[in-house]
Structure formats: structure tokens, C-alpha cells
Nanobody, 128 residues
Framework: VQLQASGGGLVQPGGSLRLSCAAP????????IGWFRQASGNEREWVSC????????HYVDSVKGRFTISRDNAEKTIYLQMNSLKPEDTAVYYC??????????????????????WGKGTLVTVSS
């Protein structure tokens, strides 16, 4: 099974991008799909996830109100709509599958350690 992330690119500050994560082999009733990012020289950071049990969405404080995670069940694709992008959003973005505990529960604070599957990253560069 594989996760296939796409949609990164170069965008000016204030612009928008939509990332996609195709999860064709996954049972989305079991796995929560989330997004992480890693800026150059930094550790990989959890950004957002969508719960498999109740559809709730969760975000790191720095992206709340700007990013929206959603899911197309028929296409088994998870999206991350990123608006009002800032230079500090520049990073390689990864989608990942975790048990729902690491999204919709106290495990979210240690989500990195709960990842069962990683997708390849997609680079987002926010620059003028």
C-alpha cells in the first residue's frame, strides 16, 4: 500500500495551494490520514489530520484558520487546502496514515511515532 502526495509548488506569500494525498489501498475507516511538514534544518512537524472515526479535523496552531483538511471517500483522496500562505510554511509536506488514536485523541501530541505509512513528500515554497 502506498500514499501518493502531490500538489506542491512555488507560490507567493498570501497565495494558495491544494495538496492531495491518494490512498487507494487504505481502509479509511481505520486509518486517520494526516499531514506533516519538514522545513530545511528542522524536525518533521505534525500539521493536520482527519479522524477516521468521526471525521473531526485537527490543526497545529500555526495553520488554524488558513489550512483545511478534507476527504473524498469515493476517490480515497485527502486534501490539504492551504490559504494565506506565509514564507514560514515553506517545507516538504508529507501525508501519513496513523491509527485514529494519533489523530482524534491524546496520541496526537506524539503523532510522528504513530505513523504506520508515509507518503513521499511534496515541496511547498512560499516566496516572492
Amino acid at each position: 500500500v502506498q500514499l501518493q502526495a502531490s500538489g506542491g509548488g512555488l507560490v507567493q506569500p498570501g497565495g494558495s495551494l491544494r495538496l492531495s494525498c491518494a490512498a487507494p489501498g487504505f481502509n479509511l475507516d481505520f486509518y486517520a490520514i494526516g499531514w506533516f511538514r519538514q522545513a530545511s534544518g528542522n524536525e518533521r512537524e505534525w500539521v493536520s489530520c482527519l479522524s477516521s472515526t468521526d471525521g473531526s479535523t485537527h490543526y497545529v496552531d500555526s495553520v488554524k484558520g488558513r489550512f483545511t483538511i478534507s476527504r473524498d471517500n469515493a476517490e480515497k483522496t485527502i486534501y490539504l487546502q492551504m490559504n494565506s500562505l506565509k514564507p514560514e510554511d515553506t517545507a516538504v509536506y508529507y501525508c501519513a496514515a496513523t491509527p485514529d488514536y494519533y489523530c482524534n485523541g491524546p496520541g496526537r501530541t506524539t503523532a510522528y511515532y504513530g505513523v504506520d505509512y508515509w507518503g513521499k513528500g511534496t515541496l511547498v515554497t512560499v516566496s516572492s
